[in-house]
């Protein structure tokens, strides 16, 4: 027993060695070296999540990833004692004006997207409440609303608002499509490492701010560390190594005022064909997958 984990262990760190080998050819054929670029610490997080497992995913949640994969909708529920609530998420870079419109009719919540961690790092983007905090001196009303009472997280997820740079006012279908489909976009070159980039200006060269899409950024250490929708969306879409950048709306219910009920969302799932997924089974998934528990 004892001598095959170290045949394994050596095999192991044979493929390690061989895989940095060829990342390096890669890159000097790309014109860059892995080991000196800027980009290094993008490129080391594209690394670390690739080695995550392959364990294969429980068949509810391989059916909410084939969802997300084909460019559908589907229904995520983060738990109960938390919001509460049921989002409508879809991969961004899948956008289309039609189903802007949907998320604004059949959700009626606040449209906003989720960016992975790998990405806004890169990205070089600001949390709202950290932004607001260095404003403190010259605007000390920000200091007077310093959220610290939210009932349901003790930290929001908010970061600033966006428009792509060829969207007119930003507001109708047609321009927050645009802007979250780029974005999802720009967010899938950056997940895959696709150049050796300064993500910052490719950001700024394509979207101004401020503007009509919300950015969330995800927890640092994802579901380990918080387990809001921002995080349980994208990582939904990391379990299916999908691009972890969602559009994701709270579904409402405008009869009673309050948020659309668990058993309504399910309904709702069930008769447009849509998978019904909850946080739970989520967090599941991704602890069983890459080992916290």
């Not at 995550?52 to 995913?57: A, E, I, N, Q, T």
Request: net charge negative; glycine share 8%; hydrophobic share 40%.
């Amino acid at each position: 027993m004892q001598q095959s984990i170290v045949v394994e262990t050596f095999l192991f760190l044979g493929f390690y060695l061989l895989f940095w080998f060829l990342v390096e050819i890669v890159g000097e054929r790309e014109g860059y070296s892995f080991f000196s670029s800027n980009s290094y610490m993008c490129e080391w997080m594209c690394l670390h999540r690739n080695l995550g497992g392959l364990k294969m995913p429980s068949k509810n949640i391989s059916e909410a990833i084939k969802s997300l994969a084909k460019g559908e909708f589907v229904l995520i529920y983060d738990r109960e004692g938390r919001e509460e609530e049921v989002d409508l998420v879809k991969l961004a870079e899948y956008v289309t004006p039609e189903d802007v419109f949907r998320l604004r009719h059949d959700a009626g919540g606040l449209i906003c997207v989720a960016v992975h961690p790998d990405i806004w790092h890169c990205w070089e983007l600001p949390f709202l409440h950290d932004l607001f905090k260095s404003c403190y001196n010259n605007y000390r009303v920000l200091e007077a609303l310093i959220p610290n009472d939210i009932p349901y997280d003790e930290k929001s997820a908010f970061s600033v608002t966006i428009n792509h740079r060829k969207t007119f006012t930003g507001v109708t279908d047609k321009d927050r499509a645009l802007t979250i489909r780029e974005l999802g976009l720009l967010g899938k070159n950056t997940y895959n490492g696709n150049s050796n980039n300064n993500w910052r200006e490719e950001l700024g060269k394509n979207f101004r701010s401020p503007g009509h899409v919300h950015l969330l950024l995800a927890a640092d250490g994802l579901l380990k560390n918080r387990q809001g929708h921002t995080e349980l969306t994208v990582s939904l879409a990391e379990l299916g190594s999908l691009t972890p950048v969602t559009v994701l709306c709270e579904m409402l219910d405008g009869k009673r005022g309050c948020a659309l009920s668990v058993n309504e969302a399910k309904r709702y799932a069930a008769k447009h064909n849509l998978v019904y997924v909850s946080g739970e089974e989520i967090i599941k998934e991704y602890f069983k997958r890459y080992e916290y528990v």
